[in-house]
């Protein structure tokens, strides 16, 4: 066992030490910023290190730190434009509606934890799901507004709730 | 995580996902209620099961509407786009579909607005008083004389000379010294004078005179139709809903303006008649109400997703 953890150990070291660089420009140039592509270029080592059963089977370092590096950079993503869009509806809201600094913060955290429930729907399952469970609006309004039928509109109400049930479990 | 690939539990996912997607329709049955609710005591399992589903919708339920819709309604780029092209220039999305009318942006950009529930009034710079209904966003340009109601109702009551202009998307309605009532659905919009005489312009048709007690409802489709009512019935701006013999489904879909969450009912309960004045402060008192004075039983699955079901129906 101890062994099996001191050749992980040194096998993230060589890793690290031989690809951090390249990975960390690869992310600069889709980020635009050397300080969030450290700082997911530091995630990504530290997601490789926390599987080290695959990483004792790993022939293609590079190919593998891109597929875990492009997961956190796509996550990235999704929290930031979240976080922009929630931001500019924050900002829009009439000042006497708007929450208060604590539950701000608060509540971007909720929306983000749902906003992770939701990934991987199909656009219009989600937004199906989001008219019916945030607006209240009925199937046939939904049906009206995606110009798809009620019952289609039924089968995505049922696929998004088997995802999210899914996603809990 | 891993017990999402168990097909046993994928199966019974699947089997509540559909259950819940049928209880949102507003088609179920009181049939179907109750092989749900023989579905929910069969297995623990699926008790277990029925209990995070009720938890995920109280999750949606709770945030804020109009924040939440703006975050999680966002624009998404795709994954090959944030690879390719990367996040800087994914993430100029929002800014510009901010822009967009088709969103409710309208809504949470409005001067004034009302949450579910909610009521309340101001005074306008020139001393008219406005009050806003349930759902009501408004916005004021006094400086024009000029109001637009984006989604819910309002009072308007006139004291000066000079006419507020109100725009309700289906038309205008010019109020000099008079007091009118203003309500704007998804495509119908609907004008009661409650005192004085006032001026509709529809978008497609001719203006016309209405005076008290006058009621114009327009329709999206273009077509109208004049009607009478009694200014003197105490409403929302009393605080009350008020109905006489009134088929309880039209009067359900009244409380559920004023009711966040789910109301839902079952079918045949449509046309059982409610009569009485009801305070709107307190949505979950007039349910009550109605479950002493009509053959029908609440079922409350959370504050935010209520059902009513016929009294001998209920398990």
Redesign the interface.
């Known amino acids: 066992m101890s062994e099996a953890v001191a050749l992980t150990e040194q096998t993230l070291h060589g890793l690290y030490r031989d690809h951090r660089n390249w990975l960390e420009s690869w992310l600069h140039r889709r980020l635009g910023n050397r300080w969030d592509a450290a700082d997911l270029s530091q995630d990504t080592f530290l997601r490789v290190l926390a599987s080290p059963q695959v990483l004792e089977e790993l022939r293609e370092p590079r190919a593998y730190l891109l597929t875990v590096g492009k997961r956190l950079l796509v996550n990235f993503y999704k929290r930031r434009s979240l976080e922009h869009a929630y931001l500019e509806a924050l900002a829009s809201l009439p000042e006497a509606l708007a929450p208060s600094a604590e539950q701000r913060w608060l509540l971007l955290e909720t929306l983000q934890a749902l906003d992770e429930l939701l990934d991987g729907l199909a656009p219009q399952v989600r937004r199906a799901f989001l008219w019916s469970q945030l607006e209240g609006l009925g199937y046939a309004q939904i049906a009206g507004r995606l110009q798809v039928s009620e019952r289609t509109v039924k089968r995505y109400m049922a696929q998004a709730y088997e995802h999210c049930l899914l996603a809990e479990l | 995580?891993n017990?999402?690939n168990n097909p046993e539990?994928?199966q019974l996912?699947?089997t509540?996902?559909?259950w819940?997607?049928?209880l949102?329709?507003?088609r179920a049955s009181a049939e179907d209620l109750q092989r749900l609710d023989r579905w929910r005591a069969a297995d623990p399992r699926h008790e277990q099961?029925w209990q995070?589903?009720e938890g995920?919708?109280q999750?949606?339920?709770?945030?804020?509407?109009?924040?939440?819709?703006?975050?999680?309604?966002?624009p998404?780029?795709s994954?090959r786009s944030?690879?390719k092209r990367?996040?800087?220039l994914?993430?100029l999305?929002?800014?510009g579909?901010?822009l967009s009318q088709q969103l409710p942006?309208a809504v949470?950009?409005?001067?004034?607005?009302t949450?579910v529930g909610e009521r309340r009034g101001v005074r306008l710079a020139d001393g008219s008083v406005l009050q806003l209904n349930t759902a009501t966003a408004v916005n004021v340009a006094m400086a024009e004389h000029r109001l637009t109601l984006i989604e819910g109702e309002i009072a308007l009551s006139v004291s000066r000379a000079q006419a507020i202009e109100v725009d309700f998307g289906l038309g205008r309605v010019s109020t000099g010294q008079a007091q009118i009532c203003l309500r704007r659905d998804?495509d119908s919009c609907r004008i009661s004078v409650l005192h004085g005489a006032v001026q509709v312009t529809p978008a497609q048709g001719m203006a016309l005179a209405l005076h008290y007690g006058d009621q114009l409802t327009l329709y999206a489709d273009g077509s109208g139709s004049m009607g009478r009512f009694d200014p003197h019935m105490p409403d929302w701006r009393d605080g009350v809903l008020s109905v006489n013999n009134q088929p309880l489904g039209q009067f359900l879909r009244e409380v559920?303006r004023y009711r966040p969450?789910?109301l839902r009912w079952a079918p045949g309960l449509e046309s059982l008649k409610v009569t009485g004045t009801f305070q709107l402060n307190d949505t979950d008192r007039i349910l009550e109400l109605l479950a002493a004075s009509l053959p029908v039983k609440v079922q409350a699955r959370s504050r935010y997703w209520v059902t009513l079901v016929a009294q001998h129906d209920a398990a």
């Open positions: 995580m017990r999402a539990a994928r996912a699947r509540a996902a559909a819940l997607a049928l949102d329709s507003g099961l995070r589903a995920l919708r999750r949606f339920q709770t945030v804020p509407q109009a924040l939440a819709m703006a975050s999680l309604d966002r998404q780029a994954r944030v690879l990367g996040l800087a994914a993430v999305v929002p800014g579909w901010l942006l949470w950009r409005a001067d004034l607005r949450a998804a559920a969450g789910i």
